[in-house]
């Protein structure tokens, strides 16, 4: 009986193409009796590709793409009740009496004006990052050096800019000379310490910074001064975990911090922290 049973399931199939076959043609022959509904169609399948292509490039830049930074599995965004920023100096005490975190980092996304030798200025979206920035993503430079804690310690103190591979190579034409060059950012000059590794694109998916700034250049950048605002949060906080350190365990201890801080200061209360990948 099994070659019945064989021979059953070739006619099925048979019976299945043809059917497919005829099913395609008369699709084609309607196709062709309407062109302009032929055309619709055909833009809407391409449009959903498309949307689909677009939307799968974007799943994997943000969540199944890692970011290209040392072991990135034990690095954490630290989110405040559901929201990112945080006050510089809540910033300060979470790095300073936290027991959890390797490091805590912090940076703010700002539009600057870039303006290079005689051209005008030009807008673009740059990071104001903390001195351990680069040192704690543990990544390396492809030319030059990073600015580091000695280069964000006084305010004002440090205008040095670190450029994005990208600009590097499109605003500069890949100048191997770039390092001590000076350009300007919103107004004032600034000395180019080197340039970040082409695959480096910061940690947002859709602000690709173009060129990073000490945090401590804040108040030239943005015309006033929150650094010491404990009201004020503007900043981003990353952190990489400690081995052996669970996010679970890493929001207890932080959330320990932030009862201290709600105790001792009244912008503080009600601080609640979360982590989530960044």
């Known amino acids: 009986?099994?070659?019945?049973?064989?021979?059953?399931?070739?006619?099925?199939?048979?019976?299945?193409?043809?059917?497919?076959?005829?099913?395609?043609?008369?699709?084609?022959?309607?196709?062709?009796?309407?062109?302009?509904?032929?055309?619709v169609a055909v833009l809407s399948l391409a449009l959903g590709i498309g949307a689909n292509t677009v939307v799968f490039s974007a799943l994997n830049a943000l969540v199944l793409k890692p970011l290209p930074i040392r072991d990135p599995a034990h690095v954490v965004f630290l989110n405040n009740l559901g929201n990112p920023p945080q006050s510089m100096p809540n910033y300060r005490d979470f790095r300073d009496r936290n027991s959890s975190f390797e490091a805590l980092l912090a940076?703010?996304?700002?539009?600057?004006?870039?303006?290079?030798?005689?051209q005008g200025a030009q807008r673009v979206w740059g990071y104001l990052a903390t001195g351990n920035y680069f040192q704690s993503l543990g990544i390396q430079p492809a030319i030059g050096r990073f600015f580091g804690p000695a280069e964000d310690a006084q305010t004002n103190a440090s205008p040095y800019a670190v450029l994005?591979?990208?600009?590097?190579?499109?605003?500069?034409?890949?100048?191997?000379?770039?390092?001590?060059?000076?350009?300007?950012i919103n107004g004032a000059k600034y000395s180019v310490l080197g340039v970040a590794p082409r695959d480096f694109h910061g940690t947002e998916l859709f602000y690709w910074p173009e060129v990073w700034v000490p945090m401590s250049m804040e108040p030239q950048i943005e015309g006033w001064n929150w650094l010491e605002q404990r009201q004020v949060w503007n900043a981003f906080v990353i952190g990489r975990l400690k081995p052996g350190v669970s996010p679970a365990q890493a929001e207890t201890n932080l959330n320990s911090v932030a009862a201290q801080l709600a105790h001792d200061y009244k912008a503080d209360e009600g601080m609640h922290l979360t982590l989530s990948p960044p």
Not at 4 to 13: D, N, P, Y
Not at 108 to 118: F, N, S, T, V, W
């Open 1 to 39: 009986m099994g070659w019945l049973s064989e021979l059953g399931r070739r006619m099925w199939i048979g019976e299945w193409l043809e059917a497919g076959a005829q099913d395609t043609r008369h699709a084609f022959r309607l196709l062709g009796r309407n062109p302009g509904f032929a055309l």
């Open 107 to 118: 940076y703010r996304i700002d539009p600057m004006a870039l303006q290079i030798g005689e």
């Open 164 to 184: 994005s591979y990208a600009t590097w190579h499109n605003r500069f034409a890949g100048d191997p000379g770039i390092v001590g060059k000076q350009i300007r």
